[in-house]
């Protein structure tokens, strides 16, 4: 079976804080992604990476950077956290290829006070 | 505008009853579309992956439809049961990984 793991499920941060979010990945999957989700909205991209130590800027980037060191694993940092960035974040990995499927990870449910 | 439309926003069935839902895209290009189901909580799980040459696409008791020349598909499930009370989110892909866009899903809530 796949596996994508988030490091938490749960987070609570205060604002100002740094964040970091981490995602791993048992596939060696060359993709791997990082979405929010939010109500009443369709998941948006923030970053991917399609190789190790290579990031591209998705649809939300602003606030958020990555760090893709190793294959397996990609970080979403939130340098100073702020309220609206209360969110569920989901990580997902993906073989090279444009039909190839997404795998998504369980999520990471952050809140900023 | 939302590229991917899905409806109904959401949906109450009885158990054992089939359901179809519908998604709209209105963006080219587009490579392929994509269902995916997703529980309270968890991250989505993909149900089919569907090429613009392909219209229809099955994965157990579901089965999507696709119409490349209306930008339409839908998702239908035959004899519902508890456990596919989820959303289900619509997606187009586009020339990437990364150039997916999603719908923002039908909740789908199957009742005894």
């Known amino acids: 079976d796949v596996k994508v793991t988030q490091s938490s499920r749960y987070l609570v941060k205060r604002t100002g804080e740094k964040v970091f979010l981490e995602c791993v990945q048992d596939m060696d999957h060359e993709n791997m992604f990082w979405y929010r989700q939010d109500p009443g909205l369709g998941l948006r991209l923030i970053y991917f990476s399609y190789d190790v130590k290579m990031k591209e800027k998705g649809d939300i980037p602003e606030g958020y950077s990555v760090s893709r060191e190793k294959k397996e694993r990609f970080s979403l940092i939130l340098e100073s956290a702020s309220t609206n960035q209360t969110s569920m974040y989901l990580c997902?990995?993906?073989?090279?290829?444009?039909?190839?499927?997404?795998?998504f990870g369980p999520g990471t449910r952050l809140t900023v006070l | 505008k939302n590229q991917v439309e899905q409806s109904p926003q959401s949906l109450i069935i009885l158990e054992g009853k089939n359901c179809t839902l519908q998604?709209?895209?209105?963006?080219?290009?587009?490579?392929?579309l994509r269902w995916y189901k997703q529980d309270t909580g968890r991250g989505p799980v993909s149900l089919t992956i569907m090429t613009f040459s392909e219209n229809t696409k099955s994965n157990g008791r579901y089965t999507a439809t696709l119409d490349a020349d209306t930008k339409q598909s839908s998702l239908h499930i035959t004899a519902s049961q508890l456990s596919d009370s989820a959303s289900y989110i619509c997606?187009?892909?586009?020339?990437?990984?990364?150039?997916?866009?999603f719908g923002k899903g039908t909740k789908l809530s199957v009742k005894p």
């Open positions: 997902a990995g993906a073989a090279g290829g444009a039909h190839n499927e997404q795998f």
């Open positions: 998604c709209n895209y209105t963006v080219s290009p587009f490579s392929n």
């Open positions: 997606v187009r892909g586009g020339g990437s990984q990364g150039n997916l866009i």
